[in-house]
């Protein structure tokens, strides 16, 4: 069953819980990539890619961003032509709606819709005021148009001002002695040399943690939280990393040999040296940002 609503996490903080439906027109226009974060709790967070939920908006941004000018016209062209009108349309119907993350205006203190409402409020204004002039039969008709506008104004500025809820994730410290367990929070810890094969370590939190030359053969990583994470020398034979969150990690001489990777995010990460001997990498998001084909196996197609 898909996630009803869905929080994001950008580099100014935690918005949401927004539709499925607003976070796949964000991906299709690129407002979201696929290695961008999002949560159905604000608690565990998965990467756009690893959610599984968006495949159809990540395919047509794909479309879209493959599209060249020119050239006979085949089916794929006119499916990308497709995709890309759907983003204009899209893009246009959404101009005066901000994107994650806007904030208002900075001179008048109002925000976009807002300050966009004020804007139609005064051409309809300004075209009933041209159109009482020609003809003066239509001034009083006129002017029940402005008071109902300016009656809807009023009611929209109301609801403008209440305060937006404020997110804040639910999160414990990091406790480098807790035992290995799904969703353990070993964030910047130092585990090097550890033995946790076959561990339940799915939704953990390793952000940024030292587990070079570390046994996690077998162990279940799935939506684990790797990135930035030193992983130098790790055995991962079979693993599983099934949507897990590896950018910017260092797999320098890793041995993945059979590991499972579907839909993870290596983006960033350092793979010189790594052994993918059967590693299953079914859209992947590889370490140059591009979506590895499904059934990729031992090497990103």
Do not use: N
């Given at each position: 069953m898909n996630q009803s609503l869905w929080y994001i996490r950008s580099a100014t903080g935690v918005q949401g819980p927004f539709p499925p439906g607003q976070i796949a027109q964000y991906v299709e226009l690129g407002r979201l990539t696929a290695a961008d974060m999002i949560s159905p709790d604000g608690v565990h967070w998965v990467s756009v890619a690893g959610s599984g939920q968006f495949d159809e908006a990540l395919e047509i941004r794909a479309q879209a961003q493959a599209s060249q000018p020119g050239g006979a016209a085949t089916h794929g062209d006119w499916a990308r032509e497709r995709a890309l009108a759907r983003l204009r349309w899209a893009d246009e119907r959404g101009t005066a709606e901000p994107a994650p993350g806007d904030r208002p205006d900075a001179r008048s203190g109002e925000s976009v819709a807002l300050l966009s409402l004020r804007h139609d409020h005064a051409l309809t204004q300004s075209q009933t005021l041209e159109a009482v002039h020609r003809h003066p039969a239509y001034r009083y008709a006129g002017l029940a148009v402005g008071v109902l506008a300016a009656v809807a104004l009023a009611l929209w500025y109301g609801q403008s001002r209440q305060p937006e809820p404020t997110v804040v994730p639910l999160m414990a410290?990091?406790?480098?002695?807790?035992?290995?367990a799904a969703y353990v929070n070993w964030q910047g810890c130092d585990k090097r040399g550890a033995t946790l094969r076959g561990r339940d370590l799915k939704g953990a939190r390793l952000v940024g943690a030292r587990?070079?030359?570390?046994?996690?053969?077998?162990?279940?990583?799935?939506?684990?939280d790797?990135?930035?994470?030193?992983?130098?020398?790790?055995?991962?034979?079979?693993?599983?990393?099934?949507g897990a969150d590896l950018t910017g990690a260092d797999l320098t001489g890793a041995d993945l040999t059979g590991a499972i990777l579907d839909y993870a995010t290596l983006s960033g990460a350092q793979v010189s040296g790594v052994?993918?001997?059967d590693a299953r990498l079914s859209k992947t998001v590889w370490v140059d940002g591009r979506a590895c084909a499904p059934g990729s196996l031992g090497q990103c197609r």
């Open positions: 410290a990091p406790d480098c002695t807790a035992a290995p587990l070079d030359s570390t046994d996690l053969s077998q162990t279940d990583l799935g939506y684990a790797l990135r930035r994470a030193s992983l130098r020398g790790s055995s991962l034979r079979g693993a599983r990393l099934v052994r993918w001997a």
